[in-house]
């Protein structure tokens, strides 16, 4: 306590010994899953990603003391509500970072609501963020279930997979993702031939495989993410379900993913994401720099964090504090935000952050040229119709 | 094609043939709780750990030492078996005068230990274990496609139990065991050295959990908590068939897992409890379990 | 072989006729009174949330600690008592609005009356079967909370509202939430306390240590074995329920197996069979789950390594030892 209170003195005769104009002390809290099944796409790499922003904001320069602390949910809703309570009312954080997993996300959502702080969700997919369960206080940046369903599910149905079944993460993540797909999959003529939700996380997918293989789907939709991802790809290669002709669409993967399937197993699958390392100059000179850092390439959700971040930032200092989180998102919906990675981005009233969306191929390991050449891009899919429109009742920008 | 109750044929086969498998781990496991509480009055909360811990070790094997997964499927149960043998030497043997529920709490802490460890070091996400070349692919079966790994679980998972089996049963150094168990003093006035054949008693049985980790380990992806849960549903098939009762053990491994299967296929939500259930069951009307010997 | 019940080796309590006095011994009476006034300052000098996570799983050790300690009873499944109230609370006060002290009082009620169902089928069992029958009971009201639409599967039930208490005091501040609940587990605790020195109390005393002979001399032995299991059930469901309530979320980790284990640790490392013991160790553990959180899995290692040490070395406990110390009950 006391050691704490010498520390922040120590910090603050520094700030006043160099006599900048501004003076605005802002804490990030990246909270995330460091340990389990979604510790490669968000984990220490978001908390890197979170760093490389403060620094190329320039914060320093500018007068802002900006500390990055992280912690690990475990992806339960109770540790990480805990951890954010925490965070808001003892540590003073003014905003978090990142939260992947829904219903972590979720929880986090409501209690920034009520300490004022600001939410920068990455890593989450659930519609419900911006939607039944919005909050002021949230900004909802990198994808969506929706646009995961639309972007994936409306490529798959078209190119001819009419009958689906789905294979589901059972929480908040998952259920959205099945509903959303179903309405796309149905709005395109499709037909929904039944669905089975696995425990999160499974390692063990074989028997709700089998169930699939015997409903006479022509497609397996995999409502879930990482890890489990992972292992239902796998498992259905090994039990020969792609083999005997039924295909599968993974309606959520991280080019971690894809990286370690191998293209080999992985080629042919088609997949929504918001970033890809390869994309422009910008985002091949930006993720080469954090590949320094961390070894791989990055994901859409570090490369979200890291874009959320830089939008807060410019909000914060032109509101010149980061006190009040109802505010910093109120400015942050206000900005024309142009981003190195994202490129042209809009905070919508309910937080949704709008950008294009991009439908991708996962290459043949003839056409691979590298560890990390995985994609092909096939077409962008614009803000507008990626995600859902707004509902009148989320928009917080009219109060 | 006919159906029963609604459900084809093939679904309902093939469940039960996924059901064999699981099975298989289930009998292989319990195995080695029985035995060891059957000769030694031990819980060992632990087993699920040592499962874990083998399929780990394999893993290194091949990282760390180029060894491949058959030398790994005798050398990684070995190696997690003298492991066993050093507890049990260590801490396990201070509590045999003691209440059994004491071996129970300290199993739990060493479950706790070993699982925290692997968590700190290798992260749960988990560890690509790869199908040994000679037993990829599968074959077609007609109602589903069997991979040949998983008939290979199967096949080594009832030599494992009946050799084991007949091992305790039928054989002198079995008679020596059982005898132990009954009467411990009795048996060391013989001239038998009693503390020692607990030890690799209790090192055999946790070598069983080693092999079943290792035949897991292409199966499921290592992982630190892949014994975390399995252990509860072990101690549940353990407890039904009767505490100590090696065919117990091995028959109910291999029955439950049919269960579980065919629950899968009637009625999906249930497929988790249906073990707890029986075992409250079987608990309340035949304590001593179904094949137990003494109450 | 010869077998020693786990009470009579760990049990410090000599048997003094203290015990079997009216009213309290002037050394817990300052204990008690020394404890309050801690509490009522501490909220002020840490985070009166932890402060609140201490005291529920205070109580929630305490609770269990009725059973293990006095009853003899060794339950591997009380998650489900803590967690199952920990649900009905929430759902009570989310969906059905109730104030904080109803819905508290709904999700203990829920647990009497699981504790009842489960307890009247368990007590027929003893030493490892009756473990392994708590726990099987106690899984399948995790895959309940699993499944069952109203817990919310993986997602828990989340915001619940803190309300206004007795529909007047609004508990959405920390600090008034705070004196809510130190007034709950610290007449939870008390009245436990006055459990154990009771008649009934000592009844089970005698039934722990010698069955046989708590038969002969006409006792309803399963009758009182029941009631031991219930009442450790309401109140381990009392815990739970001010912990849905405090931190506005109930979720599977309240039912789950460790959670089971954890309360096990926490008696354990302060000393089963002593009224201080249980409160000591959940504070200890709690703690350490909190500032050791940053290291990740070491806090699961440290647990075990504290559990291993418990039984080899320290069976009495914390508590347990001071007690022997001193030559006093604690």
């Known amino acids: 306590m006391l050691k704490k209170l010498a520390l922040s003195t120590a910090v603050g005769a520094l700030a006043a010994g160099s006599a900048l104009a501004q003076d605005i002390d802002v804490k990030l809290g990246v909270l995330n899953d460091r340990s389990g099944t979604y510790a490669d796409l968000s984990g220490e790499g978001s908390a890197v990603a979170t760093r490389m922003a403060v620094e190329d904001f320039g914060a320093a320069e500018k007068g802002m003391n900006v500390e990055v602390i992280s912690a690990d949910h475990q992806n339960k809703p109770d540790v990480g509500s805990n951890i954010a309570r925490q965070w808001y009312d003892v540590d003073g954080v003014n905003a978090i970072v990142d939260v992947p997993t829904s219903s972590v996300a979720l929880a986090v959502a409501d209690i920034t609501a009520e300490a004022n702080g600001v939410l920068l969700d990455s890593g989450a997919g659930s519609t419900s963020l911006t939607r039944d369960q919005c909050q002021p206080t949230t900004v909802h940046w990198t994808y969506d279930t929706a646009a995961l369903a639309n972007g994936t599910g409306g490529a798959v149905t078209n190119a001819g997979g009419e009958k689906w079944f789905f294979l589901t993460a059972d929480y908040a993540f998952g259920h959205s993702l099945e509903e959303n797909t179903m309405a796309v999959v149905e709005e395109n003529g499709g037909e929904v031939v039944g669905n089975v939700r696995h425990p999160f996380p499974s390692q063990d997918f074989s028997s709700f495989l089998l169930q699939a293989q015997g409903s006479g789907a022509d497609v397996i939709g995999l409502a879930n993410a990482g890890g489990d991802t992972v292992n239902a790809i796998k498992q259905a290669s090994e039990f020969g379900i792609t083999q005997a002709g039924q295909s599968l669409a993974a309606l959520l993967m991280f080019v971690t993913d894809v990286h370690s399937l191998g293209t080999q197993t992985a080629q042919g699958l088609n997949l929504t994401e918001a970033f890809y390392w390869d994309q422009n100059d910008a985002t091949r000179e930006w993720s080469a720099r954090f590949e320094e850092e961390m070894g791989s390439k990055p994901t859409m959700v570090h490369a979200g964090a890291y874009s959320a971040t830089m939008a807060y930032l410019a909000a914060v200092e032109e509101l010149g504090s980061a006190e009040d989180g109802r505010a910093v998102v109120a400015k942050m919906r206000e900005m024309d935000i142009d981003d190195p990675l994202f490129g042209k981005v809009t905070v919508r009233g309910d937080g949704r952050a709008i950008h294009d969306m991009y439908l991708f191929e996962v290459k043949s390991p003839d056409e691979s040229e590298g560890e990390w050449d995985l994609y092909n891009e096939i077409s962008t899919i614009s803000g507008e119709d990626a995600f859902l429109p707004m509902l009148d009742e989320c928009d917080f920008s009219k109060s | 094609m006919f159906e029963l109750l609604g459900i084809p044929p093939q679904v309902l086969l093939g469940q039960l043939l996924l059901g064999l498998i699981n099975g298989s781990f289930y009998a292989v496991l319990s195995l080695g709780l029985a035995v060891i509480f059957g000769l030694l009055n031990i819980i060992n909360f632990a087993h699920g750990a040592l499962y874990m811990m083998a399929a780990f070790v394999a893993w290194m094997l091949l990282e760390y030492l180029g060894i491949g997964y058959w030398p790994a499927l005798i050398l990684a149960p070995l190696i997690v078996g003298a492991f066993g043998v050093l507890l049990e030497r260590t801490m396990l043997s201070r509590l045999y005068h003691l209440d059994h529920l004491y071996g129970l709490l300290l199993t739990f802490g060493l479950a706790l230990i070993i699982q925290g460890l692997f968590r700190n070091y290798y992260g749960i996400s988990g560890l690509p274990y790869q199908i040994p070349e000679a037993l990829s692919g599968g074959r077609n079966l007609g109602f589903m496609f069997l991979p040949n790994y998983r008939a290979w679980v199967v096949v080594a998972s009832i030599l494992v139990c009946f050799g084991t089996w007949f091992m305790i049963e039928k054989t002198r150094l079995g008679a020596y065991l059982r005898a132990a168990t009954e009467n411990p003093t009795l048996v060391g006035a013989f001239g038998i050295n009693v503390p020692l054949m607990i030890m690799l008693t209790y090192g055999f049985g946790v070598a069983l959990a080693g092999f079943a980790g290792v035949l897991a380990a292409p199966i499921y992806s290592v992982n630190p908590n892949m014994g975390a849960d399995l252990i509860i549903v072990v101690f549940a098939v353990v407890v039904i068939g009767g505490m100590g009762s090696i065919m117990g053990a091995i028959l109910t491994g291999y029955m439950l897992g049919l269960v579980e299967g065919l629950t899968r296929v009637f009625y999906p939500e249930g497929s988790a409890v249906v073990i707890f259930v029986i075992m409250a069951i079987v608990l309340l009307i035949k304590p001593e379990g179904l094949f137990g010997r003494t109450a | ?330």
């Open chain 3, 1 to 330: 072989m010869e077998r020693t019940a786990p009470q009579s080796t760990t049990d410090p309590t000599p048997d003094t006729p203290m015990a079997h006095q009216a009213g309290m011994p002037r050394l817990h009476k300052v204990i008690f009174a020394i404890l309050l006034a801690f509490l009522i300052v501490l909220p002020f000098l840490v985070y009166p949330v932890f402060a609140m996570k201490v005291m529920c799983f205070a109580l929630f050790a305490a609770a269990f600690n009725l059973l293990l300690g006095f009853g003899g009873l060794l339950s591997f499944g009380h998650a489900a008592y803590f967690g199952g109230a920990s649900y009905v609370a929430a759902h009570a006060a989310k969906v059905w609005g109730l104030t904080p002290e109803l819905a508290v009082l709904c999700g203990t009620l829920a647990a009497g009356v699981l504790g009842l169902a489960i307890g009247f089928l368990a007590i027929r069992r003893q030493g490892i079967y009756f473990a392994m029958v708590t726990l099987a009971f106690a899984q399948m009201v995790y895959f309940f909370s699993l499944q069952a639409p109203f817990t919310g599967g993986e997602d828990g039930i989340q915001s619940v509202p803190r309300g206004d208490l007795f529909g007047l005091i609004p508990l959405e501040d920390n600090v008034a939430l705070y004196f809510f609940v130190l007034a709950v587990t610290f007449a939870g605790i008390l009245f436990l306390y006055r459990i154990v020195h009771s008649p009934f109390g000592q009844v089970l005393k005698a039934i722990r240590e010698n069955e046989p002979r708590a038969i002969s001399l006409g006792y309803n032995v399963a009758r009182y074995k029941l009631m031991v299991f219930v009442l450790s059930a309401t109140f381990a469901g009392l815990a739970g329920a001010l912990k849905s309530q405090v931190f506005q979320l109930s979720s599977l980790t309240d039912v789950h197996w460790a959670m089971s284990g954890e309360v096990v640790l926490m008696t354990l490392l302060g000393g089963m069979g002593t009224i201080f013991g249980p409160l000591v160790g959940a504070a200890i553990i709690v703690t350490m789950q909190n500032y050791l959180a940053t290291f990740g899995a070491w806090v699961t290692i440290i647990q075990g390594v504290i559990f291993v040490i418990g039984v080899l070395l320290f069976r009495e406990g914390i508590v347990g030892v001071i007690s022997r110390w001193i030559k006093r009950p604690l």
